[in-house]
């Protein structure tokens, strides 16, 4: 078939518009396929369009069926979730590629569930292209076999406790049989919790704290120790990637972070430390990296947040010598605000949280955010970003009933408006 200049007319089609053959279609598939086996979120970010779409299973555990809209959703909402329950591998079988240009790949997911059963489950996969890369993927698989793979959970409380009161989010780390010690569970719902709290226009503060005797040691290296060798790189992969989506989101809230530790903070629980605007320190409580004595090199932000807080000397100092700080040292580093009589820490704790809810959000958020880009922002740029938070704040009802109230000689009410 020509078009009118000549030439053939599915060439003169734009590149999305033409139909992908099977072997193109193909070798599309079986890249998803080894890029999931490696987590290779890079290589399934070129994989998947922009505008992708996923459709899973509904029974599947852990809220995994549904649908996932745009490759990060996807990427870490389902099979990022995948990974930090279970290490599972899907391996197709075979490909037949549809009168409508979809592709059908059957085949099997087959592994196990960390610290559970077997997993052995067929799926059908239909994939759609659009411009050389995978727009939209169904999922049908057993649900029932992914479920039974699972582990028993003996304990139902929450890993962490949310509970939102006169505006004040207050989050506690709650395993404290085990020191509060990060695992996979508490890994996930901290990121859901601090999603929650992103999405909350009400909330006008958080507050961090640990049930039990420490605020968190850390890492949960019994669960580390329970995987074979060959699998705990893909466990710290999958239990770190929502811990760290947490700090993430902890530090980019508009609303002031208050964090009160006790007893022990260590490794990666450091994150939540730095996390803070307002950081308040039982006294007796000691401070460790301890990811040198693991072998280990380290996560929850300390690399990049330990030389900015205490300087480069004394953050190698911290890791390589394994500096065990206290309380009063804490401080002196710059590590937390201040300390607190061990008894007093909650009570203390609660009131600088809800003193903060009380007061002028919108400019606490405008504050918060021009602190923490001052720490890459050049002096100009960060001048030109005061004028215009400044004009911001100035627009709020706060401001304008902060005014009245000074000309007027009476007492300020913020509304966090």
């Known amino acids: 078939m020509r078009d009118e200049t000549g030439g053939d007319a599915v060439d003169s089609a734009p590149e999305h518009d033409r139909p992908v053959d099977k072997d193109r279609a193909v070798a599309i598939a079986s890249g998803l396929y080894d890029a999931l086996s490696r987590g290779a979120s890079a290589e399934l970010d070129e994989l998947l369009h922009p505008d992708f779409t996923g459709c899973t299973t509904d029974g599947l555990p852990l809220e995994l069926g549904g649908r996932y809209e745009g490759p990060e959703a996807m990427r870490r909402e389902f099979w990022g979730r995948i990974a930090a329950h279970y290490v599972a591998t899907a391996e197709p079988d075979d490909f037949a590629l549809l009168d409508d240009g979809r592709l059908l790949v059957t085949g099997r997911y087959t592994g196990h569930a960390r610290n559970g059963g077997t997993l052995d489950a067929g799926f059908a996969h239909v994939l759609s292209f659009v411009g050389g890369r995978i727009s939209d993927l169904v999922q049908l698989t057993d649900s029932e076999r992914w479920r039974s793979a699972l582990p028993e959970q003996d304990d139902c409380a929450p890993a962490v406790d949310y509970t939102v009161s006169d505006g004040l989010g207050i989050v506690r780390l709650n395993r404290p049989d085990v020191r509060n010690a990060i695992d996979q569970r508490l890994a996930d719902e901290l990121a859901e919790v601090s999603r929650r709290c992103a999405a909350d226009s009400e909330l006008r503060a958080v507050l961090l704290m640990g049930n039990g005797p420490a605020f968190t040691v850390g890492g949960d290296i019994a669960e580390f120790a329970r995987v074979q060798p060959e699998e705990l790189p893909g466990l710290l992969r999958a239990m770190v990637t929502p811990y760290h989506d947490a700090i993430r989101t902890f530090c980019s809230l508009e609303v002031p972070v208050v964090t009160a530790v006790h007893g022990s903070v260590g490794g990666?629980?450091?994150?939540?430390?730095?996390?803070?605007?307002?950081?308040?320190?039982?006294?007796?409580?000691?401070?460790?990296?301890?990811?040198?004595?693991?072998?280990?090199?380290?996560?929850?932000?300390?690399?990049?947040?330990?030389?900015?807080?205490?300087?480069?000397?004394?953050?190698?100092?911290?890791?390589?010598?394994?500096?065990?700080?206290?309380?009063?040292?804490?401080?002196?580093?710059?590590?937390?605000?201040?300390?607190?009589?061990?008894?007093?820490?909650?009570?203390?704790?609660?009131?600088?949280?809800?003193?903060?809810?009380?007061?002028?959000?919108?400019?606490?958020?405008?504050?918060?955010?021009?602190?923490?880009?001052?720490?890459?922002?050049?002096?100009?740029?960060?001048l030109a970003a005061e004028i215009e938070a400044l004009a911001r704040t100035g627009g709020t009802e706060d401001a304008a009933g902060a005014a009245r109230s000074f000309i007027h000689k009476s007492t300020t009410s913020f509304q966090g408006r």
């Open 268 to 382: 990666g629980g450091l994150g939540l430390l730095y996390c803070a605007d307002i950081a308040l320190a039982a006294e007796g409580t000691k401070f460790a990296t301890g990811f040198c004595g693991l072998g280990l090199s380290g996560d929850g932000g300390s690399s990049w947040f330990l030389p900015r807080l205490v300087g480069p000397r004394r953050a190698a100092e911290l890791y390589f010598e394994e500096r065990v700080l206290d309380a009063r040292e804490s401080v002196e580093w710059g590590l937390v605000n201040r300390t607190v009589a061990a008894d007093g820490l909650e009570r203390e704790a609660m009131s600088t949280a809800r003193r903060l809810a009380r007061g002028p959000t919108r400019a606490y958020g405008q504050i918060r955010q021009l602190l923490w880009n001052s720490w890459s922002s050049s002096l100009p740029h960060q």
